[in-house]
């Protein structure tokens, strides 16, 4: 059984790293290199295998103070990288604000301001991708609005505006009742998924084409022709969801509202759809739901595995199978360049290899 053979490895924290507020994998080399977030706002360069780290920039970004939390959702500051580890962003999940920084320079290149509405029900809206070359950054603007931006020089790269209806009282064209949530880059960073929900409170995870978006179509996220939805869930969002590959994805629980949910994955295949009944709009053709995962979820490519309270479990999500745990461990983070779950508690970082 796959775990069965790996051990749990634990080494301690730099003494020079200050409390960690966050941590996000540089994605791009297969050795185990991450970003690091300090409680001062000090953002490092952290190579587990050299064992040491470097202060690379800092951040800013206001606390909010008045926030006040839904659902048990503390405002909480969350550490972005981009791919190769040049830009990070740092926002208020949860919250109102967050900024990009170029490591290179130390400027921030992009103030982030989602306008608030609701945002206290989802986490920032934002990630990292790659556009022709270039760097760029996925953010929420609105309640009901996403925009693609250059990291580098902070530029607009979906300029628009709902076009004005000829009758006072009808509903724009592309205007969108979402709220938008978590957002996840497919492995070959050609698709978005986004973990958002609609009124009355229902989650409707979606996902769309990247490069649609910013080089043909800048309404793609709102209705957009390759814009699909995955299911409905009743007062459920912000769970368990991971990329499983290019086109499918796995989605924590089983059910469709919030009071009858069970522990469990559902896997969807967004290259294929269907019709939902109503409103008939493109819907993921769903693979296949198995009982057992829970928690956060992550994926090599291959495998689903489902971190819960105490136990990492791998899953073979294209039959349903548990293939192994790896007990006693449950890890916040996961590199999927170097295939490393990472947990870390009390200045002692505890690793385990897929």
């Given at each position: 059984m796959i775990g069965s053979n790996g051990t749990v490895s634990e080494i301690s924290a730099p003494p020079s790293l200050d409390a960690v507020a966050d941590l996000a994998p540089v994605r791009d080399r297969d050795r185990p290199v991450w970003l690091a977030l300090g409680e001062d706002g000090t953002i490092s360069r952290w190579d587990l295998t050299a064992g040491h780290h470097k202060a690379v920039g800092a951040t800013t970004v206001p606390a909010e103070p008045d926030h006040e939390p839904w659902n048990g959702h503390q405002l909480r500051r969350r550490l972005h990288a981009s791919h190769g580890g040049r830009f990070a962003a740092v926002v208020n999940d949860y919250g109102r604000f967050g900024e990009v920084v170029d490591l290179r320079t130390g400027e921030v290149t992009l103030a982030l301001d989602n306008q608030g509405d609701e945002e206290e029900t989802v986490p920032f809206s934002l990630e990292f991708a790659q556009s022709r070359g270039r760097c760029v950054v996925i953010h929420r603007t609105a309640w009901n609005r996403l925009d693609v931006s250059d990291a580098e020089?902070?530029?607009?790269?979906?300029?628009?505006?709902?076009?004005?209806?000829?009758?006072?009282?009808?509903?724009?064209?592309?205007?969108?009742?979402?709220?938008?949530?978590?957002l996840y880059v497919s492995p070959d960073g050609k698709r978005i998924l986004d973990d958002g929900w609609i009124w009355h409170p229902i989650g409707i995870p979606a996902v769309w084409d990247l490069d649609q978006w910013i080089e043909g179509n800048v309404w793609e996220s709102e209705d957009g022709p390759s814009r699909v939805g995955l299911c409905d869930r009743a007062d459920y969002w912000d769970h368990g969801m991971t990329w499983i590959d290019s086109t499918r994805v796995a989605v924590e629980g089983l059910g469709d509202h919030d009071v009858a949910m069970r522990p469990g994955a559902r896997i969807f295949d967004t290259s294929r759809t269907g019709r939902s009944e109503p409103p008939r709009r493109p819907t993921a053709v769903e693979l296949l739901a198995f009982e057992g995962p829970t928690g956060r979820f992550f994926s090599d490519g291959t495998h689903l595995f489902s971190c819960g309270d105490t136990d990492l479990s791998i899953w073979d999500p294209a039959e349903g199978k548990l293939l192994g745990t790896v007990p006693g461990f449950s890890p916040a983070h996961y590199h999927p360049g170097a295939q490393q779950f990472l947990q870390l508690a009390d200045g002692v970082v505890r690793l385990w290899t897929a």
């Amino acid at each position: 059984m796959i775990g069965s053979n790996g051990t749990v490895s634990e080494i301690s924290a730099p003494p020079s790293l200050d409390a960690v507020a966050d941590l996000a994998p540089v994605r791009d080399r297969d050795r185990p290199v991450w970003l690091a977030l300090g409680e001062d706002g000090t953002i490092s360069r952290w190579d587990l295998t050299a064992g040491h780290h470097k202060a690379v920039g800092a951040t800013t970004v206001p606390a909010e103070p008045d926030h006040e939390p839904w659902n048990g959702h503390q405002l909480r500051r969350r550490l972005h990288a981009s791919h190769g580890g040049r830009f990070a962003a740092v926002v208020n999940d949860y919250g109102r604000f967050g900024e990009v920084v170029d490591l290179r320079t130390g400027e921030v290149t992009l103030a982030l301001d989602n306008q608030g509405d609701e945002e206290e029900t989802v986490p920032f809206s934002l990630e990292f991708a790659q556009s022709r070359g270039r760097c760029v950054v996925i953010h929420r603007t609105a309640w009901n609005r996403l925009d693609v931006s250059d990291a580098e020089t902070g530029v607009l790269l979906t300029d628009r505006s709902l076009p004005t209806p000829a009758d006072a009282e009808a509903v724009p064209e592309h205007d969108l009742d979402y709220f938008h949530g978590a957002l996840y880059v497919s492995p070959d960073g050609k698709r978005i998924l986004d973990d958002g929900w609609i009124w009355h409170p229902i989650g409707i995870p979606a996902v769309w084409d990247l490069d649609q978006w910013i080089e043909g179509n800048v309404w793609e996220s709102e209705d957009g022709p390759s814009r699909v939805g995955l299911c409905d869930r009743a007062d459920y969002w912000d769970h368990g969801m991971t990329w499983i590959d290019s086109t499918r994805v796995a989605v924590e629980g089983l059910g469709d509202h919030d009071v009858a949910m069970r522990p469990g994955a559902r896997i969807f295949d967004t290259s294929r759809t269907g019709r939902s009944e109503p409103p008939r709009r493109p819907t993921a053709v769903e693979l296949l739901a198995f009982e057992g995962p829970t928690g956060r979820f992550f994926s090599d490519g291959t495998h689903l595995f489902s971190c819960g309270d105490t136990d990492l479990s791998i899953w073979d999500p294209a039959e349903g199978k548990l293939l192994g745990t790896v007990p006693g461990f449950s890890p916040a983070h996961y590199h999927p360049g170097a295939q490393q779950f990472l947990q870390l508690a009390d200045g002692v970082v505890r690793l385990w290899t897929a």
